[in-house]
Nanobody
Framework: QVELVESGGGAVQAGGSLRLSCAAS????????MAWFRQAPGKEREGVAI?????????TYYADAVKGRFTISQDYDNTLYLQMNSLKPEDTALYYC??????????????????WGQGTQVTVSS
């Protein structure tokens, strides 16, 4: 069992920055991937940024919409971060931290992840 608790959401104007955190506890040694997903009202949950936790180089993957603006990182105490810069109104969503304890085929697919946090709201105004 893995528990995930997000923090750091909030409201910011376009062009601003926020940093999300996700504290992981429990059977963290079983985690293969950690990720940030987001879901806007009326839209499907989408993968934003992923880190391969067991990779020696901690390989990272980004959705095209956030490349160059968002940075995912993971401490060796299994705290996951998402640094979000140059925020846009279209980044407004509920952001979730997720963990997969098995190898996944598509890192951007929500159903591949079996543990989720409760979500933290990010609101970007124009």
């Amino acid at each position: 069992q893995v528990e995930l608790v997000e923090s750091g959401g909030g409201a910011v104007q376009a062009g601003g920055s926020l940093r999300l955190s996700c504290a992981a506890s429990g059977s963290t040694v079983s985690i293969w991937y950690m990720a940030w997903f987001r879901q806007a009202p009326g839209k499907e949950r989408e993968g934003v940024a992923i880190v391969a936790s067991r990779s020696r180089t901690r390989n990272t993957y980004y959705a095209d919409a956030v490349k160059g603006r968002f940075t995912i990182s993971q401490d060796y105490d299994n705290t996951l971060y998402l640094q979000m810069n140059s925020l846009k109104p279209e980044d407004t969503a509920l952001y979730y931290c997720a963990a997969a304890t098995e190898v996944v085929r598509n890192v951007f697919t929500a159903r591949e992840y079996n543990f989720w946090g409760q979500g933290t709201q990010v609101t970007v105004s124009s």
